[in-house]
């Protein structure tokens, strides 16, 4: 996986896989730390398992690599992933934090883009994306309301997509959420 982007990705789609309803995302991004949490209503997860390479419901293949994978990305960075079963019918919280200033973070990647194409993959799936500001939660992205507003055929409409993934992609720019960037100092044109 390049970028967090990649991970991003897995992490709704484990959600996604194991039939999970809702998924909420809360993001931030304060003194160059990512944080990330994602809240899934699905089954909920072993959690003695996830981290071990060996164990997955992948019918393709025997080794699950997504979570091991995020968790060596995080802690690279002295960052953390930490999952929890949120109760015996079952949920899964799952939150990092990668630590941007550290010299083997990876890129953040098109993160704007993850979430549209979740979006359309898993069309049933109500996705939220929550930006706190000032400690009060902005939602940035709530497909349910989009779902409700317009009808969920709109969702592949090219215009909407590039119209929620503009949205998106805005809000995490302002938070400093995008690929430029970059804990290097910037080069002087010579
Ligand atoms: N949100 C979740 N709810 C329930 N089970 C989950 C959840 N996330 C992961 N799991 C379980 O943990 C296993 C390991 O997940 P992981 O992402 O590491 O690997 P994978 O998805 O099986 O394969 P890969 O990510 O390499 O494509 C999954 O196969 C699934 O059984
Ligand atoms: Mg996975």
Redesign the pocket.
Known sequence: MKNIADHLF?ILE??AK?G?SEVQVKISFNKKKFFCQII?S????EIAD?IDPF????KTRRV?????LLKKTAEDTLGYLKIIRLNKKGG?SLEFLINMFHIDAKPFGDLARVFMDVLIAWPQMNLKLIIPNNSIDNVILDSEKIKEELNLEAIYSSQIQNFIYETVKKELIEKGIDDHFSIEPKRKNS
């Open positions: 897995d484990n959600s194991a999970a899934d699905g089954p909920g997860i996830v164990v997955t419901t992948r699950g690599l997504g979570l091991p899964t």
